[in-house]
């Protein structure tokens, strides 16, 4: 049950840390390294569950997952309001300069990024689902065709 909320938020959350990272330490400190592992490893263990292991979403996981989204989003906000944080800024923008100054003012921001999550999964499934097994049944078809 797990598998399509690391795949699709995991993928997409920790792609857009890796390309747009906020952090206070730079290279060469054990920070810098920690974001890059961390993050990295996201996306590794979830390629590793679909390529390796063969799990595979549906359509109906891209829901799964954002439900899930939300509701990891809304425990990180009680958190974030508890401790004074700003996990997955959630309480605002990051201080440094990122994407998340195009998409509009809090909280409105945060509404863009529903969308562009949704987007975002939907794109994914299409492009590591859909597109391969549409070349795998053509392939096949052709195979058959020539036989």
Known sequence: MLYPFLFFAGIAGA??????PNLVYGFPHFRFFHFFIAHGAIVLASLYMTWIEGYRPNWKSIVWAMLLLNIFAGAVGVVDYL??????????????????????????????????????????????????DKIRRHSRSRKGVRS
């Open 15 to 20: 792609l857009q840390a890796l390309l747009t």
């Open 83 to 132: 401790i004074g944080a700003n996990y997955m800024f959630l309480t605002h923008k990051p201080d440094t300069t990122s994407l998340l100054d195009l998409l509009g003012p809090y909280p409105y921001y945060l509404l863009v990024e529903e969308g562009i999550a949704l987007f975002m999964f939907i794109m994914m499934y299409v492009i590591f689902f859909l597109i391969p």
